[in-house]
């Protein structure tokens, strides 16, 4: 059975940092790309970053320089680390598992940055 569970998130005042987890199962993970998504308010939901099998990493122009994505496959799970946290960075954020034609999805983790 495939399982994403992520977990990590929470509210954080502007300027902050969370580190968001994406735990895998069912599936061998270090085939797959891995992505985080998140869908803000009122958004359509939005690719952030991606981490290939082969560990190169592409963001999203918002939120690079202050997003990290990485991935341990002896632990299959993917990692999102934020710093310097916006209010419009405020969303669930979730992760994909993906190896044509399989995709597979977490059930999300809300990020609220308020003051």
């Known amino acids: 059975q495939v399982q994403l569970v992520e977990s990590g998130g929470g509210l954080v005042q502007p300027g902050g940092s969370l580190r968001l987890s994406c735990a895998a199962s069912g599936f061998t993970f270090s085939r797959y790309t891995m992505n985080w998504y998140r869908q803000g308010p009122g958004k359509e939901r939005e690719l952030v970053a991606t981490?290939?099998?082969?560990?190169?990493?592409v963001y999203v122009d918002s939120v690079k320089g202050r997003f990290t994505i990485s991935r341990d496959n002896a632990k299959n799970t993917v990692y999102l680390e934020m710093n310097s946290l916006k209010p419009e960075d405020t969303a669930v954020y979730y992760c994909?598992?993906?190896?044509?034609?399989?995709?597979?999805w977490g059930q999300g983790t809300q990020v609220t940055v308020s003051s």
């Open positions: 981490i290939s099998s082969a560990f190169s990493v």
């Open positions: 994909r598992a993906y190896d044509r034609p399989n995709a597979y």
